[in-house]
């Protein structure tokens, strides 16, 4: 059973196009992130969302936009694709209380041409 | 940025223990200090988190300074499967806090 979830794993597409990517989670929790990790491996939080909210947005251009159906699923659409959105994107969920930990998914491969 | 500084790189041998250090020296009293590990192209992985007493769990052990400016992660013994890049990380005990990675500390282990 993975307890986070990413489709797709790789994802190459043209700049100027729009893609999504999807998360989800059956762990039961509250909430759930979105992470990049550039070709420099630096890995940078995006967003997070608490109950379908919008409690985090680390200055991300308005490209991004992510969007919570439910609890269970934070999805991120990405409009106009440039080279430099060429990244591994992570969703990761936790319960929400301090002292947790965040679990992982295994990570979306985005290759912009 | 980062409020930790751990080593670039380490190397330890198959079976033995592997202790990654890690300086925090401007914790605050409400953070915790957690490590983290990414093996290759996989999303990082929780190991263990502390606030001030030594921890330990199935995975490995934390040992944090008396005056919490510094800490080390223990692998008692280590496997080639360990070979990672491993994360220290201070985060706030309240709220939405968030998780800032580094540069980690890449771990080699070798037969």
């Known amino acids: 059973d993975t307890a986070v979830s990413q489709t797709p794993k790789y994802l190459v597409t043209q700049m100027g196009n729009d893609k999504s990517i999807k998360c989800e989670q059956n762990?039961?929790?509250?909430?759930m992130y979105w992470y990049k990790q550039d070709s420099k491996k630096f890995l940078k939080i995006m967003f997070s969302?608490?109950?379908?909210?919008?409690?985090i947005n680390e200055t991300v251009p308005n490209r991004f936009s992510p969007k919570s159906p439910d609890k269970a699923h934070l999805n991120l659409h990405i409009n106009s694709l440039e080279l430099g959105d060429s990244a591994v994107y992570f969703c990761?969920?936790?319960?929400?209380?301090?002292?947790?930990?965040?679990?992982f998914g295994p990570g979306t491969r985005l290759t912009v041409l | 940025d980062a409020k930790t500084t751990q080593p670039t790189s380490m190397d330890c041998a198959e079976g033995r223990a592997a202790n990654l250090p890690c300086n925090h020296s401007?914790?605050?009293?409400?953070?915790?200090v957690y490590w983290y590990r990414q093996i290759h192209s996989q999303g990082p992985q929780y190991i263990i988190h502390?606030?001030?007493n030594n921890e330990t769990n199935e995975m490995a052990s934390l040992i944090i300074t008396e005056d919490r400016k510094s800490s080390t992660l223990i692998l008692p013994h280590a496997t080639l499967r360990d070979t990672a890049v491993y994360y220290c990380?201070?985060?706030?005990?309240?709220?939405?806090?968030?998780?800032?990675f580094g540069k980690g500390t890449m771990l080699l282990v070798s037969p």
């Open positions: 990761a969920s936790e319960s929400g209380r301090a002292g947790n930990e965040q679990f």
């Open positions: 502390g606030l001030k």
């Open positions: 990380i201070v985060r706030g005990i309240s709220g939405y806090s968030t998780l800032t």
């Open positions: 401007t914790i605050s009293g409400n953070e915790y």
């Open positions: 969302y608490n109950n379908k909210e919008l409690i």
């Open positions: 762990l039961g929790h509250d909430t």
